[in-house]
């Protein structure tokens, strides 16, 4: 006999606490979605009676006819906007919880954190490795002055070239030099 698996699909539901209080909002979920559903005792007689002390059931208008939903029984709203109680120990074996939309929210807040955090400490790198290299082109700078001019005499071209490549040293330290 072939095998299936459930697809994974989101559903709304709630868990009723068997009281009218808990029914009320339930109701009028359903109804709101032009659905039938009702509050019914099973013993209406001895619960006008007695105080309404006999079980009671949300009763849901389905396709398949009127379905009942007992203390602690979950309703359903399926994929296609159907309303159908089900049993807690099938619910908790078919569904679990989907993170709510302020939680997803939430993570994706703290990845976007996470990213601009990062790329803070890039920067930060970028900014101290551009603070070194300008400290080090003033030190050259300084140097400079305080060398003064070129000697009489000495060739200019060797000179600048001395200079430059002081300054390249200077602006790229771990640069490898050509041979």
């Not at 997803?104 to 807040?109: H, I, K, L, S």
Request: with cysteine; proline share 7%; hydrophobic share 40%.
């Amino acid at each position: 006999m072939p095998k299936f698996r459930k697809k994974p699909v989101e559903i709304e539901a709630v868990q009723w606490d068997g009281t009218a209080e808990g029914a009320t909002p339930i109701i009028d979920w359903i109804l709101s979605r032009d659905v039938t559903a009702t509050y019914r005792c099973s013993n209406p007689e001895r619960c006008a009676e007695h105080d309404g002390d006999t079980p009671h059931s949300i009763v849901i208008r389905t396709l398949e006819g009127d379905m009942s939903a007992t203390v602690d029984d979950w309703i359903i709203r399926g994929v296609q906007g159907e309303f159908y109680p089900c049993k807690p120990d099938i619910f908790a074996a078919t569904y679990e919880a989907v993170a709510s939309a302020s939680a997803t929210t939430e993570a994706a807040e703290l990845e976007k954190t996470a990213s601009i955090l990062s790329n803070i400490r890039v920067f930060a790198g970028l900014h101290r490795s551009a603070e070194d290299t300008v400290t080090r082109v003033i030190t050259l700078h300084e140097q400079w002055v305080a060398a003064g001019p070129p000697p009489p005499g000495a060739s200019l071209a060797r000179w600048w070239d001395k200079r430059l490549a002081q300054l390249h040293n200077a602006i790229q330290p771990d640069a490898t030099t050509e041979k």
